[in-house]
């Protein structure tokens, strides 16, 4: 009765919300101010390793972690160095109170990441809030470190500007995005959250959502969640996103057409955009098709890094 009086509170509130009250943070800096930054991390990244031969990076997506590949790291870790890694303030990784958790903030902690962990012949792959994470990285890498990275994945990315998901307008929100995180349960959080992710809610396992529900309950854990919110699409990301044609590494984009939180014209867009890429839509999958469902996923990206590989050993 209690969770029903809740839910019915967190759905009233949503309407209310959804409608423009959410207060994106203007103030963090920008591309042209962190693409010079140092490359010395200050804090440590969580990550695993399994596997051998060229490395595969996970990264994954807003309220999510290290986890959401759990389907995927052992099929990868067959030909790969599969490293999957947690972003700050999510997983296992250290979350401060700085007021840092932009894109590119966590791009330059995974490209120093990168680079102190002597990562060569690199695959990224990145999705949604990852992935816009991702792009960044590429774009640091291309720059600085040219012929490091030999591919770059995206699914379901992050890359321009974009009308928020509800979800996210409600944290970002002032006053009722922190009530309302503080105040629901953790389990009922994650479980509304991963019905906007899977397209077909029955497949979402309890077991993920008491994973993630424990994350939420780490200390910290939902600052960093609700600066991530209001720092979700840097004021720049039109600008920015002028980069993208300047990536000539072979990019695989994978969407799902009934996305509902990153809509598939910004996959079709991406493809026009980066010019060595080539995409993929896959039907009756939501947000996340590594979690909901993985058999769908892994073929791709089998297939894409053996070729990626292959043409790349005939053509050094």
């Avoid at 807003?62 to 590949?69: I, K, L, M, Q, T």
């Avoid at 009934?258 to 995409?279: F, Q």
Wanted: glycine letters at 6%.
């Amino acid at each position: 009765m209690k969770n029903n009086l809740l839910l019915k509170l967190t759905l009233l509130l949503t309407v209310i919300t959804v409608s423009g009250c959410a207060v994106m943070d203007k103030n963090i800096p920008g591309w042209t101010q962190y693409r010079n930054l140092d490359k010395t991390n200050e804090l440590e990244l969580a990550s695993s390793s399994t596997g051998a031969g060229e490395p595969v990076l996970l990264i994954h997506g807003f309220g999510a972690s290290s986890y959401s590949w759990r389907h995927v790291i052992e099929p990868l870790a067959q030909k790969n160095r599969v490293i999957a890694i947690d972003l700050k303030g999510f997983g296992n990784s250290p979350k401060p109170r700085d007021d840092a958790y932009s894109v590119y903030e966590q791009a330059r902690l995974i490209r120093n990441f990168i680079l102190e962990n002597n990562l060569k012949n690199l695959h990224i792959v990145g999705h949604s809030y990852g992935g816009g994470v991702a792009l960044a990285v590429s774009i640091y890498l291309s720059a600085s470190n040219p012929g490091l990275q030999k591919s770059l994945v995206l699914i379901d990315s992050v890359a321009y500007p974009q009308e928020l998901p509800g979800f996210v307008k409600i944290l970002a929100t002032p006053v009722l995005g922190p009530l309302l995180t503080y105040a629901l349960p953790n389990t009922l959080q994650v479980k509304n959250l991963l019905q906007k992710v899977y397209f077909n809610d029955d497949l979402i396992p309890q077991e993920a959502v008491d994973h993630y529900a424990a994350d939420l309950g780490q200390p910290d854990a939902k600052y960093a969640l609700l600066t991530s919110a209001r720092q979700m699409l840097p004021t720049d990301l039109q600008e920015f996103s002028e980069n993208y044609s300047s990536l000539t590494i072979p990019a695989l984009i994978i969407w799902s057409r009934e996305d509902e939180i990153v809509p598939l014209a910004v996959g079709k867009r991406l493809h026009e955009n980066l010019p060595n890429s080539k995409l993929v839509i896959m039907s009756d999958v939501g947000h996340a098709v590594q979690e909901e469902k993985p058999s769908l996923l892994l073929p791709h990206l089998r297939n894409f890094l053996e070729a990626v590989s292959h043409r790349t050993a005939i053509n050094p």
